[in-house]
């Protein structure tokens, strides 16, 4: 399931905008990769390149390469409705369809792929996604209740819950748990680096410490000046990083000098 991503000479563009320049690098399966940052340097412009949603924006493009195990997903017969499927998302705020159950909640995106599944198949899924995102325990007895009325902790853990339900090879995260308290973000952590035994997971973080705590490798980025690319500038295992940068801008954003 889990699967390698290489991003090959990757510049993206939003219409004239040149927001990332020639990123090179490679994503290994079964591992948390984390992109670090200042603001504007384009880690969620890179992020959603990856699983071809930077495109569904007005004149948005790429240029180079994103190879899934060597397979090229901006090659002309790839369906880009298949790469997001293959590749899951969950964003910054729990976006919980608001009108569904939490059961629906779960099976919509099986719906939409237009799976057909029996009631037992169903609920099967449904606990095990639940179960796969440690939300089981709290929501078992109210399936049928909507996915808004939980917190907000726990809906960011119904959406990782939905996204995992189409067994997904990759899971990209953009900044999870920026709108959550201190302990569902601990919560989020551990089930992070649970995901990791079956998934390939990338998260964009603002929080230091927590690509610290949950990260193998730690990707950083940067701007040379406001309107230039925003660039890779190391990549590392996050040990590496935090500790021993090769780069002084890497170490100076570490340290907090800068961003
Ligand atoms: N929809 C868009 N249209 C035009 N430019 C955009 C769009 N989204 C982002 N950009 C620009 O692309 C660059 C990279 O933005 P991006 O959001 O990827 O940065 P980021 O590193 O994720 O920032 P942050 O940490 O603030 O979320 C920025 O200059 C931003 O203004």
Known sequence: MSKRIELKDLNIFYGKFHAVKSVNMTI?????????????????????????????IDGAYVEGQVLLDGVDLYDKAVD????????????????PFPTMSIRENILAGVRLNNTKISRSEADELVEQSLRGANLWNEVKDRLDRPGSGLSGGQQQRLCIARAIAVSPDVLLMDEPCSALDPISTLAIEDLIKELKETYTVVIVTHNMQQAARVSDSTAFFNLKAHGQPGELIEYGPTEKIFHNPDQKATEDYITGRFG
């Open 28 to 56: 290994e399966p079964r591992a948390v990769t984390a992109f670090i940052g200042s603001s504007g340097c384009g880690k969620s412009t890179v992020l959603r390149s990856i699983n071809r949603m930077h495109e569904v």
């Open 80 to 95: 880009p409705v298949r790469v997001r499927r293959h590749i899951g998302m969950v964003f910054q705020r729990p976006n």
